[in-house]
């Protein structure tokens, strides 16, 4: 309305005293240059310290359901409020990984990333394949290392990935390889658990009505920890995307992939709470993520796959380095760290699909 008024006078006033327009048309320009040029924050740090942030751009306008900026104020968190395990928002400025936090959309709600370059391109790029899967008996959907999969980042070529397509084919689609099930992977690098929730509740699941998977698999949540989220509002996110996977398609089950164990390249891949920021967090996440299968075990199954990459048997027992040779930046898994993983959840998968098939030590809900 100010700029409509500002136009209005202007006008008016222009043959009568050119001198008094020039003020005005500096206060219009006051007033309109700034929301042009307005580029919002960013909503989460890069992905390792050896990348850099992704351009932020002005959000395109989308006939495409969109979901409301949430304008919950984000509180910093003291250690004694974090330790009690129950508070939303951020870790103290201690515990994270970057200058300031990246927390600021609720694990829970959905939100789509938009703003980030190339983002939605992708998305539809997913949803378009999400439309073809008929027959598909497992999906995958998760961030960057599910991503890798296809051997790109947000859709473009990604070196970090070199060689996991491969171990793919040789894992999922190689009937060589005695491999029978259907499998497609849906990740995007970056997301964390509001921003699958965007993308399930639109065109990559609630709208690809030929996708009908016996099995869905989630792998989400490391990227709201690497934001600065606490474990609490990283579980209440995971709980969210289980459920509305439940409520999407309820004839399928789900499995639940445990966080891989992750590190700052500073810290050389040390696990032990005391030199990583992550490592006590994960271990909360993963434990909410084992109570939730264990809530609804006919229909969740939970999978920890820690011991992978640190040589602890589960979780909750931390000891030596992430091997660079599995997981060269301490965050995404090499070939052969997907490869070592990628067996893991097809051994599980096969056990969710045939009574037949056992997994030793596994128990109801967990595998």
Known sequence: NLTRR????????????????????????????????HTPPP????????????????????????FARSTRATPRLNATAVAKGNQRGCVPKKELAYDRCFCTFPADEPHKRRSIRGWEQFHQKLCR????????????YGDSITEA????????????????????????????????????????S???????LGRLESCELLHASNLQPK????????????????????????????????RLRPKAKILLLGLLPRALRTTAGRL?????IFTRRIQEVNQGMEKLAGEDPDKISYLDAWDIFNGSNSSNQVSDTIPKYLMPDFLHPSAEGHMRWGQRVKQAVEKMLSSTVTIQGASPGVL
Request: charged share 20%; proline share 3%.
């Open 6 to 37: 500002l136009v209005k006078a202007s006008l008016f006033i222009c043959c009568m005293d050119r001198g008094l327009l020039v003020v005005l048309g500096a206060l219009l320009g006051a007033a309109i240059l700034p929301s042009l040029l």
């Open 43 to 66: 909503e989460h740090p890069a992905l390792s310290s050896g990348s850099a942030l992704p351009r932020r751009t002005l959000s395109s306008q989308s006939t495409r359901t969109t």
């Open 129 to 140: 394949d999400a439309r073809k899967a008929a027959g598909v008996e497992v999906v995958w």
């Open 149 to 188: 999969w296809r051997g790109t980042s947000v859709g473009m070529i990604s070196e970090r990935a070199e060689g996991v397509p491969r171990v793919w084919n040789t894992l999922f689609e190689d009937k060589k390889n005695n491999t029978k099930t259907s499998y497609l992977a849906l990740g995007i």
């Open 190 to 196: 970056g997301d964390q658990t509001q921003h699958l």
């Open 215 to 246: 099995i869905v698999i989630l792998a989400i949540g490391t990227n709201n920890l690497g934001a600065g989220c606490t474990a609490y509002e990283t579980n209440l996110g995971v709980r969210k995307v289980v459920h509305t996977v439940k």
């Open 272 to 276: 032990e709470p005391a030199n990583n």
